[in-house]
């Protein structure tokens, strides 16, 4: 087997990339290829640190993988691969790319956990119908892509990986976030389109480094107020929802039970309360009061009743979105004219200079 080898020098070593792609190699042939490298130029062999073996008939990584002791990033798309073996882990990789074959939850090694070294792993394009837990404990990810699966929902331990950066979950079949997904706090781009999410969480607005939204082709009507919280975002992917193709405005009221009653009021008239006099259940209670966002409401408060409405925002001056907003009763709904638009034309709520790409079609 001839080796497609390149060499590049830098300060500390000399480094080869071996490209055995589009070649229809199978395992066996792979194991032998590796064998009589590894014999022939055991220097060379040493230096090996990236291996592309995308486009090939490998439905199994051989064995001997583990002789590329100084192996950084491997690339095995596209074979159908069934399994990634334990042997695998002891390669210092920081890119493992395995898109496109046909891995699902139980083709990850007990082991995979251990990759320290770990930056970025490709598994789009398989059959996974959940985030293996294996996968939670590689904690030196950066960049994460598991699009064009099967998955339904996201772990709520998802937070284990706070290190990421990138997240692409598109092409899936979520139908809902976790607020855990808020705890990522180093996130800078987060792809979550073309899926089943009718809603997002508020804890959204606590990706404080988030540039990058991407929600296009899902179901979203609206999406939560605290998103303008997000100073960093340039870029907010919105089309093919109900939100840009039909604006929803639905008011939901119920009538106030007896405790949200007296909890108003106690709230409102800022009545002493706290052990021994009350029960902790209901001291939590009052402490769960949620303030009106109509600032003429002048310090209402809400518990369990409360009013859903629709918030049109400008975002940056050219696209009006619509935001979920809570109020305490149907009497606090502003009218939009009220809302201050400043010179660049950018709503009150939102910095104009905070929205650069809009897209909604």
């Known amino acids: 087997m001839e080796d497609y080898t390149s060499d590049s020098s830098d300060s500390d070593s000399l480094h080869r990339t071996i490209d055995y792609s589009y070649l229809m190699l199978d395992t066996n042939t792979l194991y032998h290829s590796i064998e009589c490298f590894a014999d022939k130029d055991k220097k060379q062999f040493e230096n090996v640190d990236t291996l592309l073996l995308y486009h090939n008939m490998i439905n199994t990584l051989p064995l001997n993988m583990n002789k590329f002791r100084n192996l950084k990033v491997l690339d095995v798309s596209s074979n159908g691969l069934l399994q990634l073996p334990e042997i695998l882990t002891e390669c210092p990789l920081t890119s493992l790319i395995a898109k496109n074959n046909n891995l699902d939850c139980d083709s990850f090694p007990k082991s995979f956990g251990s990759f320290i070294t770990l930056k970025e792993l490709n598994v789009s394009g398989n059959n996974l119908t959940s985030l293996p837990e294996q996968i939670l404990e590689v904690t030196s990810l950066k960049y994460l892509y598991i699009g064009g699966n099967q998955i339904r929902e996201l772990p709520t331990d998802i937070w284990k990986l706070n290190g990421l950066q990138v997240l692409y979950i598109g092409g899936n079949k979520l139908v809902d976030v976790p607020d855990s997904v808020g705890k990522l706090n180093q996130l800078q781009a987060l792809n979550l389109s073309d899926n089943m999410l009718e809603r997002l969480p508020a804890a959204i607005a606590n990706l404080k480094n988030l540039k990058s ?147 909604l079609g």
Do not use: W
């Open 213 to 359: 939204l991407l929600l296009h082709k899902n179901r979203l009507r609206t999406l939560p107020t605290e998103i303008i919280a997000l100073k960093c975002l340039t870029e907010l992917s919105l089309r093919d929802n109900p939100l840009v193709v039909r604006f929803v405005s639905n008011m939901t009221l119920n009538p106030p039970s007896l405790l949200e009653h007296a909890g108003r009021a106690i709230k409102i008239h800022r009545i002493p309360y706290g052990a021994p006099d009350l029960p902790t259940s209901l001291v939590e209670y009052l402490n769960s009061a949620h303030h009106c966002v109509n600032p003429k409401c002048k310090g209402s408060v809400f518990f369990d009743n409360r009013v859903e409405h629709i918030k049109f925002v400008d975002f940056c001056g050219k696209y009006r979105i619509p935001l979920l907003q809570y109020l305490c009763s149907s009497k606090c709904i502003e009218d939009d004219s009220n809302s201050h638009i400043d010179e660049s034309g950018a709503c009150g709520y939102a910095n104009s200079n905070m929205m650069k790409k809009v897209l």
